[in-house]
């Protein structure tokens, strides 16, 4: 008999044989990360959901078949005044029970969600998960974007040189002004999931990425910040970060993430950014990956005139919970 539960201290040896069988795992397009390191990571972050958020379980004949996790989001209810949260691992057996298995979980995350007082949701699926799309497209999650992930290995790829026409420097902290005022100019009319959800007033969404690039540069997110200048005037800015989980779980040094943007007179500015940071972290980095909205065909054809590769698209969801 299916039933879904709270996730329990002895369950880590069963939810880790179940983790090992997901064929959705995220790394798995990583060429330098093999079965026992795509599985660690994927552990790693179920541990780490264990601590600072809520899991629970779904078990059919005394064996664990999904799990599932919910993280609170304070930095983003800050922004726009409403409890939000994130759904950071969402990971099930397949096989032809699979729907099944992904549906009562699914209702159980929902409803403890609501219980608890949040009010918005958001879930990244992987693109070969159909059957999880659509188990929480019929519980009214909505798309909102698909994102797309490019990698670049320094020791195994070759680093291109492209001309540009702007000069490329690490940040200063005198740049900081600029860098927040290119965030808010670059991401005006922007369709990012936030701008296309439309429960969040599109000013917040505005608003957030200004916000978003203060704490880069003042809360330490960034494990650096590339400008582009012309003139003496910034026109352009990317920052990234390790990603510490990564890290953790494998002993891999990857950065990525992080937010970039530039000027309307910035154009071709990016593909300078991109170029120093991967210049920058050729010998401290055993992996770079960046993403972007699959729309976005700009950054996606400087990614591939960088002799970055394709490694994996997910779609992101919503839920507004009221």
Known sequence: MLQTRPYEPGDRSAVAGMAAAYPFNDLRRYRLFNRARQQ???????DGCVQDGSVWVAEAGGRIVAVAAVRPLPWDSSVFGVPMAQVPVFVHGGGPDARDTVAALADRLVAECRSSGLRHLNVRVDADDLVLL???????F???DTVVTYTFIPKRQELPHVK???ATRTYRPEDRDQIVEVAGIAYQGYIGRYHADRHLPRHLSDRLYALWAEQLVDGGLAEQIIVAERKGRIVGFVGYRMKKDI?????????????????PEGVGAYSALLEEAMREGMHRYDMQDFETQINNVNVIRIYQKLNFEYARAKYTLHAWLE
């Open 40 to 46: 660690a990571y994927l552990q790693h972050r179920i």
């Open 134 to 140: 659509q188990e929480l497209e019929a519980r009214g």
């Open 142 to 144: 909505y798309l909102v």
């Open 164 to 166: 540009h026409l702007f």
């Open 247 to 263: 890290l953790a779980a494998t002993g891999l040094k990857v950065v990525g993430g992080g937010l970039g943007g530039c000027r």
